[in-house]
Nanobody
Framework: QVALVESGGGLVQPGGSLRLSCAIS????????MGWFRQAPGKERELVAV????????YYSDSVKGRFTISKDNVKNSLLLQMNSLKPEDTAVYYC????????????????????WGQGTQVTVSS
């Protein structure tokens, strides 16, 4: 059974940094394209960043571009989201997502195309 395990959320002041991590259990990490999505109270789940199966191709939402970095290490079985220059509007529950991919270099940006989801980790940006 495939499961995604996230860690790294918390409370940080505006301008600060946090790093989220996600691992897959129950299957081969390198077989999955992955991404991070977030959902704030009263809002729909939205894309943060996605990455191809081989970790070489990425896509970011305009709201986080230049501040967040997604990376994937298929040897260490680790998906990371480095978040810098955090803003109060980044406050949300962040979800790791994965989908088994036949292509190594492509990625998808729709939440509905992802088959597996983590439990979510809270990120709060506040002074």
């Amino acid at each position: 059974q495939v499961a995604l395990v996230e860690s790294g959320g918390g409370l940080v002041q505006p301008g600060g940094s946090l790093r989220l991590s996600c691992a897959i259990s129950g299957d081969t990490f390198g077989a999955y394209g992955m991404g991070w999505f977030r959902q704030a109270p009263g809002k729909e789940r939205e894309l943060v960043a996605v990455i191809s199966r081989n970790g070489e191709n990425t896509y970011y939402s305009d709201s986080v571009k230049g501040r967040f970095t997604i990376s994937k290490d298929n040897v260490k079985n680790s998906l990371l989201l480095q978040m810098n220059s955090l803003k109060p509007e980044d406050t949300a529950v962040y979800y790791c997502a994965a989908r088994r991919s036949l292509t190594t270099t492509g990625y998808v940006t729709r939440a509905g195309d992802y088959n597996y989801w983590g439990q979510g980790t809270q990120v709060t940006v506040s002074s």
